[in-house]
């Protein structure tokens, strides 16, 4: 697929994304001075002693054990504004922010621009130029190991290279820059940012070949990059080539404005699917950070919420559509960043909670920053969630799930066990004899108590939900390997005691008891957490209904996340109608300013930027990934152990083919339909060489066993 801009951009909202997972850099294009804004992945204020030092800052401020116990005593006698005092001594500093590294600038002759091409496949983006009556093609991509431009035609050139952080020296376009030790979130105005010191440091090289073709290769070398073992390998074609979904029929080239005035919402399905999975091939690779609030492209020295790795929804997003669409591989920086909150988060469990495993809260970032964040004024509500660690292991979860393989099995069980230890360990016995937890919020809500709102309580559904996950998903993995572990027993043991999901007449709650919200259409689907990712309710069930009722009660609107939250939702739900609708919604082109960050209570809505990165404003590039994940679940889902086809297909997309899309247990289909008939073809590529595997094409249901290729054929309505 290739998607074609009709002329350069005029600032970074228009510029093109290319990356190989270590490299990013945004393309502006044109002729004259133009600039290619490049990005280093492992580029991130802070050091590696950040989060002990901080943890010890507030453990000498109050913070512990014996301080939550007063919390704990206070939450169940009803005191919240005691119990919220109490916590603000639990919260450190802000988690650091993913930097800006250098600018290319190349100047050309004056000329005119023919506009520029994104090709999804290669990672190129092209631009044909007219100069001096010549034609001119400049080419820039990632290589594996390099940001490179090729410039095409008989033209003067000049390079130069600068740098929005601090020069150290510079020897013709080779810099050394230092990287400051510590930052802050602009929303953080009263705190200097960023600062600098005896911190790491970055090297950049540009090389140039001259002749008719003009090649410059620019490299980067960082004193943290070590800190990433994963092996590079891949390229981004067989990545890209691994999986492909359209709905209807595709141009060879999309013209992005066209697209933008919303006339096709089959291709607008089709192109924003392909560009979410080339988002994260770009930004997410062995050997680097994983991708951030803004993939690996960010252009500003204090970008919004640091661009940092907000785990209350935001980075799991990012992640959603690696397994089902066949970018396993990219999956993995996640995986390292886990394995790395494990070691700082054991410390945290140990000394701020007094309890086995590893915790993680609602922040973190590339140094595997574990604390509660907030400087002792963070809204409780979001900052003092104990629960972060225990929904983004559940990645550890789906990669092993997807492929049932013994490698990944082992990498997911000290990971999953861990957190099932603090998890144990963070369970109190509540009045009523249940084990709860607590304190307890709901990301990032808010009910009302004598019309006062309020965030702290016990047991919210969403804590409920992924502590019942990670306790039964260890018990999975332990028979999966044939352990014998002693937490087994207590996990085997805490289970019957955790909660129900509360249900309040029609609907499912997000609060133990039934509170009034402050705002029935909030953002986070906290409570549906259940419901999509995890899989723990379904449709077709009481259960189910009364997700469908909380989501009708909820509302479409907002900004990108949470419209690809809720798509993912109601396509779980079987709700294809909904889902046309949300994106819709949520691809509809942003008029508004750009520059300015929009209220995050949802009262404005976002949508989409010229290059198609998603906006509330400000940029987030969850939203992005989030629709292929969503997309993905449009025709293919796996997660209640039948390959269900086509269960959330709007009605009129009559037509339209799938390769290469994963499901749980090792295998992949291929799915073609038109006009009522569908194929599928289910491969096996890893796991039992004869399963029996049942699939389902507009409910009626075969089962078939694969060892190899089976095909099934079935009938839809459309």
């Known amino acids: 697929m290739k998607l074609q801009w009709p002329s350069e951009a005029a600032e970074w909202t228009e510029a093109l994304p290319v990356g190989n997972g ?64 109490l916590l603000m001594s639990f919260e450190g500093p802000y988690s650091q922010t993913f930097l800006p590294y250098v600018d290319l600038w190349i100047t050309l002759p004056e000329g005119e621009s023919h506009g520029r091409t994104l090709d999804l496949n290669t990672g190129v983006v092209t631009e044909r130029l007219t100069i001096d009556g010549a034609e001119v093609v400049r080419k820039v991509w990632a290589s594996e190991t390099a940001l490179c431009v090729e410039i095409t035609g008989a033209v003067p050139l000049e390079v130069e290279l600068t740098t929005p952080l ?26 200097d940012a960023p600062v600098y010191g005896s911190g790491e440091r970055g090297t950049v090289t540009a090389k140039i070949d001259e002749g008719d073709r003009w090649l410059l290769t620019l490299t980067s070398s960082t004193t943290t990059e070590s800190r990433w073992t994963g092996k590079r390998r891949g390229n981004h074609m067989t990545l890209m080539d691994a999986c492909d979904v359209r709905f209807g029929d595709l141009p060879d080239v999309v013209d992005v404005p066209e697209l933008l005035a919303g006339k096709d919402e089959q291709l607008t399905a089709s192109v924003l699917f392909a ?162 937890t607590c304190p307890s919020t709901s990301p990032e809500n808010w009910f009302l108590v004598d ?61 133990v008891s039934d509170l009034p919200e402050q705002d029935p259409t909030h953002r986070h689907m906290s409570h549906m957490v259940s419901v999509y990712p995890l899989g723990q309710i379904v449709a077709g069930t009481p259960l189910g209904d009364a997700a469908i009722a909380t989501m009708d009660r909820r509302g479409n609107g907002a900004m990108g996340w949470s419209w690809a939250w809720k798509m993912a939702l109601r396509a779980r739900l079987g709700d ?55 997309l993905a679940e449009v025709v293919v889902q796996s997660h209640t152990g039948v390959i269900d086809i086509l269960p959330a297909l709007p009605s ?5 083919s799938a390769r290469g899309l994963r499901c749980r247990g090792g295998l992949a289909v291929d799915v073609t339909w038109d006009d009522g008939e569908v194929l599928v073809r289910v491969r096996r590529l890893s796991g039992d060489a004869s399963e029996v595997v049942p699939v389902s094409i507009g409910g009626e249901v075969t ?7 089976v095909d099934v054929r079935g009938r839809i309505s459309c």
């Open 703 to 709: 089962e078939v066993v694969v060892s190899d290729v």
């Open 652 to 656: 009129g997309w009559s037509r339209g």
């Open 22 to 85: 270590r490299l990013g850099a945004m393309v502006f294009g044109g002729a004259g001075r133009s600039r290619v804004q490049v990005n280093d992945a492992t580029v991130w204020s802070g050091t590696a002693d950040g989060p002990s030092k901080a943890l010890a800052e507030v453990l000498a401020a109050g913070a512990g054990p014996e301080r939550l116990v007063e919390v704990r005593e206070a939450i169940f006698g009803g005191d919240l504004q005691r119990a919220t005092d």
């Open 166 to 191: 601090r020069e150290v020296s510079r020897d013709g376009l080779f810099l050394v820059i230092d990287i400051p030790v510590d930052s802050a979130p602009r929303h953080e105005p009263q705190v």
């Open 275 to 436: 560009f979410g999975r080339y988002l994260l091939v770009s930004s997410s690779r062995p050997g680097a950070p994983p991708a951030n609030l803004q993939g690996i492209w960010n252009g500003e020295l204090r970008p919004a919420w640091s661009s940092n790795y907000t785990i209350n929804i935001n980075t799991q997003m990012n992640y959603w559509a690696a397994e089902v669409t066949g970018l396993a591989e990219c999956h993995e920086p996640l995986l390292e960043l886990l394995e790395k909150l494990s070691a700082t988060g054991a410390e945290v469990a140990r000394e701020l909670y007094g309890a086995r495993g590893w915790v993680a809260h609602h922040n973190t970032d590339a140094w595997g920053w574990s604390l509660p964040v907030g400087m002792g004024k963070g809204a409780v509500s979001w900052a003092l969630w104990q629960m972060g660690g225990a929904w983004l292991v559940q990645h550890a979860w789906d990669h092993y799930d997807f492929a049932r393989t013994w490698s990944t099995l082992e990498r997911a069980w000290p990971l999953l066990r861990g957190c099932a230890e603090f998890c144990l360990d963070w369970l109190v016995e509540g009045p009523d004899g249940y084990l709860d």
């Open 451 to 511: 019309g006062e709102p309020q965030a702290l309580t016990w047991s919210v559904t969403m804590d409920v939900m992924l502590i019942r996950a990670v306790f039964e998903r260890t018990l999975a993995l332990a028979l999966a390997s044939g352990r014998v572990d002693p937490l087994l027993a207590e996990i085997t043991a805490a289970l019957p005691r955790l909660r129900p999901v509360p249900v309040f007449g029609d609907r499912i709650g997000e609060w």
């Open 576 to 630: 294809g109608e909904t889902v046309r609708s949300l994106l819709s919604e949520a691809s509809q082109a942003f008029t508004g300013d750009r520059h300015r960050d929009a209220p995050f209570d949802g009262s404005e809505w976002g949508g989409l930027l010229p290059n198609l990165f998603s906006t509330h404003p400000p940029f987030q590039i969850d939203g992005n990934y989030g629709f292929t994940a969503a």
